[in-house]
């Protein structure tokens, strides 16, 4: 890596990055802004769709119904990527249920991961967690949390040129391995890193973010809202009023648009067991965008000193 | 994981605390009416408790080996299994102290004579708290009478049941019966709660207070119990 250089192309991009919002694939007011794979050129939009918690709610007819309804919600408010995991219980199941009742959206972005030690039953467990989502391939695969990445990671680049799947990634959370990671994205053709990033855990922004940035790489945020306690904490302050200048109406979206106008950034993935919440968040990868200035401001006012 | 030490309770959550709640609301519709079945004997569990005896001794671990191989199955392997992975195992789990309690019931060895006034009194306590009180956690929560917890459905009051019982019995091999009902409150769901800050969360830590006088009065020789009392010799 060539930090200096890998500095000038980020703090341009930061600079660039209020034209990101409105400029980037915003065909109308009402849908999310896109930004591209960077492997591909294809555009997904800044918003997603998690499953950890939420989705995991069994045999329950009722509460399945309930998360069918979060993505109808955020298929109609112009999302595409969900994301989960064998690890996420019964998940991958309510996603499936919920897409066979929402009639199979073309649109549907499959982000799932490969979670097991031993390399030899890594693609039995994707072949169950396929047939779970009813999907005919995963768009993303990634390596949940590094486990055994030495050994999945070839069965997945195996996969992508068969075509049985697109893209390839490896996630992390909790800000934890990052130097693995780091050595991962400098030595690996990923197309994808996962990891945790939101206004106040962001040590990512000194070598991940700028390394996914030079090595095209593109970036999923896990935990934007710190799995709700971020929210929660910030609940307690009113939402100042210069948050209107980007548009923001409510602290999540002040939170998410934090995230989402960072350069190196494709797509964060709040999750979410309501409907209201799943518009809201969509909501804000549309209109304006802070820049630089404007991103360290909101740093700093939730930090406590501004 | 190579960096299991890392993770908090937290990161470790697979589902939320309404979810949980859910299910012991669908497990006693579907199974409608035997949560009063499984009511009325835990009346029955506590009048033989309270009678005592080698008859009653044998039919407590008999009714509680039923009861366990019950929640193994209907509880740990179809309802919790969906949310929890862990919960497999903890069929098994239960399924080894299900076989445990009816070995000692049919082949094992009872004193008559009841145990020791603080160990019986102690016991009884448990027994009658994982029948009466237990249910009456999830309406003091505010959460109705539909998700309540019973002896013989839920897995909490049948363990903390199963140490009163076993408290309340003088039964050589007793001692071999405790681990695994000792180990449950504190399981992984009570932990959960505990991690989620559910309004509920103490219930765990009060849960698992039994369960070391539990051990104390079971295993130190003497303690709670007359010294030098003896079972009589088995009958082939
Ligand atoms: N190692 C890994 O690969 C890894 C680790 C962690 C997470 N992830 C992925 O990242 C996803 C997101 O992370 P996360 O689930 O930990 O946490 P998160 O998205 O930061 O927070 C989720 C919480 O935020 C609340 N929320 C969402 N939208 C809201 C809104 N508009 N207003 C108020 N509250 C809102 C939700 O509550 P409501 O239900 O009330 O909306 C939920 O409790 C996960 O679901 C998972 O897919 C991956």
Redesign the interface.
């Known amino acids: 890596m060539k930090p200096n250089s890998t500095r000038r192309r980020l703090l341009g991009a930061l600079a660039a990055a209020p034209l990101l919002g409105p400029a980037a694939g915003l065909a109308q007011p009402t849908r999310p802004a896109t930004r591209t794979i960077a492997s591909s050129g294809e555009a997904i939009p800044l918003v997603g769709l998690g499953t950890w918690?939420?989705f995991?709610?069994?045999?329950?007819r009722a509460?399945r119904d309930a998360s069918a309804e979060v993505m109808r919600a955020f298929f109609a408010a112009g999302g595409r990527l969900i994301d989960s995991s064998p690890?996420?219980?019964?998940a991958q199941?309510v996603i499936g249920y919920g897409l066979a009742s929402l009639g199979r959206p073309a649109d549907v972005f499959s982000a799932d991961k490969v979670w097991i030690s031993d390399g030899d039953r890594g693609r039995t467990q994707m072949d169950t967690s396929r047939r779970l989502w009813g999907v005919p391939r995963f768009d993303l695969m990634q390596v949940h949390?590094l486990?055994s990445w030495e050994v999945h990671l070839p069965t997945l680049f195996a996969m992508k040129a068969a075509g049985q799947l697109r893209y390839v990634g490896i996630t992390t959370?909790?800000g934890?391995?990052h130097g693995d990671m780091e050595r991962i994205m400098a030595s690996q053709p990923i197309d994808f890193v996962q990891l945790t990033y939101n206004l106040v855990d962001r040590e990512v922004e000194q070598r991940l973010l700028p390394l996914a940035l030079e090595r095209g790489i593109a970036v999923l945020v896990n935990r934007p809202f710190q799995?709700g306690a971020l929210l929660d904490r910030l609940a307690r302050r009113p939402l100042p009023a210069w948050a209107a200048e980007i548009d923001c109406t409510s602290w999540a979206q002040f939170a998410l648009k934090f995230v989402i106008s960072h350069p190196a950034v494709t797509c964060a993935i709040p999750a979410t067991?309501r409907v209201d919440h799943v518009r809201e968040n969509l909501a804000a990868a549309g209109r304006r965008m802070p820049d630089a200035a404007m991103r360290a401001r909101m740093a700093t006012f939730v930090a406590g000193r501004g | 994981?190579s960096?299991w030490w890392?993770?908090s309770l937290?990161?470790l959550?697979?589902?939320?605390s309404r979810?949980y709640t859910?299910?012991f609301e669908?497990h006693n519709q579907e199974w409608w009416p035997l949560p009063l079945f499984a009511l009325a004997l835990g009346a029955v569990l506590f009048a033989l408790a309270w009678r005592g005896g080698e008859r009653a001794g044998r039919a407590l671990l008999l009714v509680l080996a039923a009861c366990w191989l019950w929640v193994a199955w209907a509880w740990h392997a179809q309802?919790y299994a969906?949310?929890?992975?862990a919960a497999e195992y903890f069929a098994w789990a239960w399924g080894v102290q299900a076989v445990l309690l009816g070995l000692v019931a049919w082949q094992g060895r009872f004193d008559a004579a009841p145990a020791a006034a603080l160990r019986r009194g102690f016991g009884l306590f448990l027994v009658g708290a994982a029948w009466v009180i237990y249910p009456l956690l999830a309406p003091l929560l505010g959460r109705g009478w539909t998700p309540a917890e019973l002896f013989g459905m839920a897995p909490d009051p049948t363990a903390l049941a199963t140490l009163g019982v076993l408290l309340t019995i003088k039964q050589r091999q007793a001692g071999g019966l405790f681990p695994i009902p000792a180990a449950v409150p504190p399981d992984q769901r009570e932990a959960t709660l505990w991690a989620m800050d559910a309004p509920e969360f103490w219930i765990a830590p009060l849960a698992s207070l039994p369960c070391g006088p539990a051990f104390v009065l079971a295993y130190l020789p003497g303690c709670g119990d007359k010294p030098g009392t003896q079972c009589p010799p088995r009958v082939a």
């Open positions: 918690i939420t995991n709610v069994g045999n329950d509460a690890m996420y219980g019964s199941e949390n486990l959370s909790h934890r391995r799995q067991t | 994981m960096e890392t993770y937290r990161d959550l697979l589902f939320s979810t859910r299910l669908l309802r969906p949310i929890n992975w």
